[in-house]
């Protein structure tokens, strides 16, 4: 953490940034929601599934080829080295550039700041006052609108500053209560940009599986008017489901401070909130084996997570399998199999068995 709001070298770092960019909640398990969510969604229209079935690829027909069965979503990524690469926002090249016209409807991870165009709030947290006050609008509004001038489509799910609530990966992460308040101003005012564009799309609030706030992730919660889904990243490590039981016992696990970790307790969170649950990134963690802390090659994860969807059909506004490389870990199932190949099949089996009368 760096130094206080007075700081000067703070006030330095603040202008610098300013140049470059122009109560624990828990949600009882005895709880009865309601069978659904108030505004019913259509799900797996392409699919056929009884929820919203899609994957983060770059070749997306292969995949539906592979496991034999349409996609509805696609999670899909935009570079943000810099300030200029998010100025231009949907640019030939990159993932979402590439996936603009097909046919899914498209998630569109969409970040705040960049990787290394100056100082962030990341490392500088006093910066989130500057952003609150709409330091970063003007740099927002012209990649917003340069996305619009290259499609006429309204049908996205973007999910503005994903995985916010850790300070190990993005350049927006935040886990400190006392920038929760400017955090939620700053990620309404970039909501508010993005419908002024898209006012038909949709906003995924995505936390990491993970994350480690000190305090209440409610504390964070942007509110309900700016928030269509409750989402968040979920991968086969920490810890790992390599048996029914490490999959039974994490269900329902939450923090210390009440905030959510399991799927349920996602769901009971999202349902506490009467919005649907997306999980636009899920995946096995293998790296040579059982490395990395994931469970490598793992059906069983594959196997509880289809019926987790399954058996809250209702509730699920979507999700898509991560068929990518992350760093050190591998998770791609298909179409070529040999990297985790009894997930793959799992996967496969599953996928093509399940029939939308089901849900």
Excluded at 200 to 211: F, N, Q, R, Y
């Amino acid at each position: 953490m760096s130094g206080g709001r007075d700081d000067p070298g703070m006030r330095a770092s603040r202008r610098r940034f300013l140049g470059a960019s122009a109560s624990a909640l828990l949600v009882a398990p005895s709880a009865d929601p309601p069978a659904a969510p108030p505004t019913p969604v259509p799900a797996g229209t392409r699919s056929g599934l009884p929820w919203n079935s899609g994957v983060s690829t770059w070749k997306p027909d292969g995949f539906a080829d592979w496991r034999r069965r349409p996609l509805d979503m696609l999670t899909v990524f935009s570079r943000f080295d810099t300030w200029e690469q998010m100025e231009r926002l949907g640019r030939p090249g990159t993932m979402l550039g590439e996936m603009l016209h097909r046919p899914e409807r498209l998630v569109v991870s969409l970040a705040m700041f960049p990787r290394r165009d100056g100082p962030v709030p990341r490392d500088e947290p006093a910066l989130w006052d500057d952003t609150a006050a709409g330091s970063c609008d003007a740099r927002w509004e012209r990649g917003i609108r340069h996305l619009r001038g290259l499609t006429d489509r309204d049908d996205f799910v973007f999910r503005p500053g994903w995985e916010w609530n850790t300070r190990d990966s993005y350049p927006w992460g935040v886990e400190d209560e006392r920038w929760a308040e400017a955090y939620r101003t700053t990620f309404r005012r970039l909501v508010t940009i993005v419908r002024s564009s898209f006012p038909g799309s949709e906003i995924d609030w995505c936390s990491l599986k993970k994350g480690r706030t000190r305090e209440s992730v409610d504390a964070f919660y942007p509110g309900d008017d700016v928030v269509d889904y409750i989402g968040h990243a979920r991968y086969d490590r920490g810890p790992a489901a390599t048996s029914s039981e490490a999959w039974d016992g994490a269900l329902e696990e939450s923090a210390p401070s009440g905030g959510p970790l399991g799927p349920v307790a996602w769901l009971r969170y999202a349902q506490a909130k009467c919005k649907r649950l997306a999980i636009a990134e899920w995946g096995v963690w293998s790296r040579d084996g059982r490395g990395g802390g994931g469970g490598g090659d793992n059906p069983l994860f594959i196997e509880r997570m289809f019926d987790f969807f399954r058996t809250n059909a209702a509730w699920i506004g979507y999700e898509c399998y991560f068929n990518q490389t992350g760093g050190e870990a591998m998770h791609l199932l298909g179409p070529d199999e040999s990297h985790n190949p009894k997930a793959a099949e799992a996967y496969r089996r599953l996928c093509a068995g399940i029939e939308a009368e089901d849900g």
